[in-house]
């Protein structure tokens, strides 16, 4: 008769210098990575909460009408000639038209999805200046003591900057998103 052969068990690698090390490394990236998105989220809020406009740096349209040979004013050519200058929020991504990002969380805002939808409103509130939000994400490099807000409005933040083209944002959305308490993940983009 034949035994049945047994596998043996296996043996875990001794520890040693080179993989307790890897296993360092690998935990502190991973640290570093969930800071740097918290970060980069908080940046972000920072700019819509503010919501602070400006004009870009350039010269203005110059109105040559007073120097025409027409003898009479020309009542088309009066005032600052030209068209009103747009204005930009200066973002992590660079600047970018207020009315763009105004109309991506109206888009938002108007969406058939319900998460979408959601996010837009939480945004809209943010850029409205509400008292329903936040003074900021973070406390240090955590999130603030109300964690489940500050994850959401960062997954709101992020989700607008990435829709905006920033894709610098990719990255630290899917961060927040996997800390997000068991909460069906949806792909927001």
Known sequence: MTRPEVPMPRKKPPITINRGRDTIRRLTAQR??????????EQWYQTLRTWDVHFP??????????????????????????LPQKTYLRTPAGEISETEIGQLITDMTTSTIPETMQLGRMLDRLRRHEHAR????????????????????AVAVLTLAVRLGDVHAERPLRSVQAERPASPVVNLV
Request: aromatic share 10%; net charge negative; charged share 25%.
């Open 57 to 82: 740096d350039v010269l203005p349209k110059i109105s040559y009408a007073a120097f025409r040979d027409q003898g009479a004013y020309d009542p088309l050519t009066m005032g600052e000639g030209g």
């Open 134 to 153: 936040m003074e900021s994400l973070l406390r240090g490099t955590s999130w603030s003591q109300n964690r489940e807000n500050a994850l959401r409005y």
């Open 32 to 41: 570093t990575e969930t800071r740097d998105a918290r970060q980069y989220a």
